[in-house]
């Protein structure tokens, strides 16, 4: 086995010391050496206040996961790759589809390896559903992602600002796995509800069609109180399927195929390992340009303010 | 010299009457052989209420220039790449990213060339600037784009309907000329003012950061009357750069170095034909995907209603 990558965290929040600590702790391809962040400490090592502190001190450090807001992924992904350090990308991977393009360059200018990461496409059922739609003809999907966000994202003030998303942060999860699983497709439509008090959207329906004229549907909730809903449906030749619980659970006219525990965060950095080993990158957009479209053709709706 | 290439042009509006028709009668290299529209006419061809009802009429169409609204492209592209003929597409080229990246797939796959088109690309001093900044070292530029759409856009829905992109129809122009004469860039905030009756902005405010980290500006409104502005700005060390009139003109230090008269469509049907000739497709997306990062990235004003 090769030696362990000398790791690094940047942007201690509720996602790194519910998935990504878990997940490194565990796996013998990694060692954790290092943590930069403005409020966040991690236990038994250094900490430092920012990135370039982290860099300056940190000699051995072979790579970076960046799990601050969007907003800040950036100038932090340019300054490691520019210190040739591999770089781990939280989802989303930046504010703007034209940044991340710009990341991919700087990454192979300095022949370092750089991961878009998408948590949800390593969901433990979204291959089995990947195989059972590439043998089945299609004749529609829809997909329904309602949670509440007062559950999920409490006081999260990032995701409501400018660039933050809105309900398209959890939304982005589904489509990391619907562009996985369906095949290409495009917006034809959007409608887009803002509260009065934010500048993020709170629900969305979108249209979509698939290269070969099929209709896809999305409906983003973030006010679902009671049961959640993470679910990709489609209505094919070979029966319907309800791909559920974010990609956990497949079913094919109600009977259960496949289920499995969930080891997303695992196999993200499984898959980051493998890709530094092998000196590439994986950086696919789709999702993000999704987003990006929809923002650009959707109609928005002033809806009821928003308070936590 | 080859054969003319037979043409033939789809959304009969202003821009048509304006700018393709004539281009069109002037170039040997077609023959404008009918024309389909729902409302315009072109007289002394035959002209049909649909591009299905056209291509099934005129079996000798080798190529179509489809100018109707960005909503409606992308079914008029793909029936007209599936039944093999070039498109040239007016920009923006479509209503989404992702759209227009299915067809190229398409094009490629049919064996015919795609053209997303961008005039202002073609002004007279754009080459002449891209060749002085390329050889200055820029220190930041900005894009101040400020016309009256009540002059340019009369009591055109569509415009402002979703998908109509706003300020950014003549914003996409600006960015155009940017994205072909400065390094490469990216979104870093924004800012969007929507009329209160109205889908889509009516100015805004962007900043951009070039990859080596330059400040890019570009100001977008609506609602300039008197003179009307559509200049790039860049300070350099070989001193002040103003492309202006939309890219006709350009000065340094004051001194106006390059001036011609104006003939974008001309050259876009002039490139369209090489392309044609060549068997590729020439399909930048660039300025497109700065349209959708800035939605996605920007804030929302609501501002004083518009009315015609």
Redo the contacts between chains.
């Keep these: 086995m090769s030696q362990p990558i000398k790791i690094g965290i940047v942007g201690v929040g509720k996602i790194v010391r519910d998935q990504h600590l878990p997940a490194l702790a565990k796996d013998q391809d990694y060692r954790l050496v290092a943590a930069a962040s403005r409020h966040g400490k991690v236990d038994d090592i250094p900490n430092f206040p920012t990135i370039e502190a982290m860099l300056d001190a940190v000699a051995e450090l072979e790579a970076v996961s960046l799990c601050m807001p969007p907003q800040f992924r ?1 100038d932090a992904a340019r300054t490691a790759l520019t210190a040739k350090k591999h770089v781990f990308l939280e989802k989303p991977p930046g ?5 991340v ?2 990341l991919k ?2 990454a192979a200018h300095n022949g370092v390896s750089l991961f878009a990461s998408w948590h949800s496409r390593y969901a433990p059922a979204v291959e089995a559903a990947r195989a059972f739609l590439s043998s089945a003809r299609i004749r529609s999907a829809a997909i329904n992602w309602k949670e509440d966000v007062r559950r999920w994202h409490p006081n999260q003030e990032w995701i409501w600002a ?2 933050g ?1 809105g309900v398209f942060d959890p939304g982005i999860n589904a489509l990391s796995i619907a562009t996985h699983i369906l095949p ?4 034809t ?2 409608v887009l509800d ?1 509260p009065e008090n934010r ?1 993020s959207p709170v629900a969305a329906r979108v249209t979509f069609r698939t ?1 070969n004229g099929l209709p896809v549907t999305m409906d983003l909730d973030w006010l679902q109180t009671g049961p959640q809903s993470w679910d990709i449906l489609a209505d094919t030749d070979k029966g319907a399927m309800v791909l559920s619980g974010g990609g956990s659970k497949l079913a094919i006219d109600g009977k259960l195929i496949h289920e499995e525990p969930e080891a997303e965060y695992p196999m993200l950095y499984k898959r980051f390992a493998e890709i530094v080993r092998a000196g590439v990158s994986d950086v696919d957009l ?1 999702p993000l ?5 929809a ?6 709706n ?1 809806v009821e303010a928003f308070f936590d």
Tied chains: 1, 2.
């Design positions: 950036y504010a703007t589809v034209s940044e393009e710009d360059t700087l400018p660039g998303f290409a497709m495009f917006i439509s959007a803002f500048a290269s789709a340009q999704h987003v990006a479209d923002f650009m053709l959707g109609k928005r002033v």
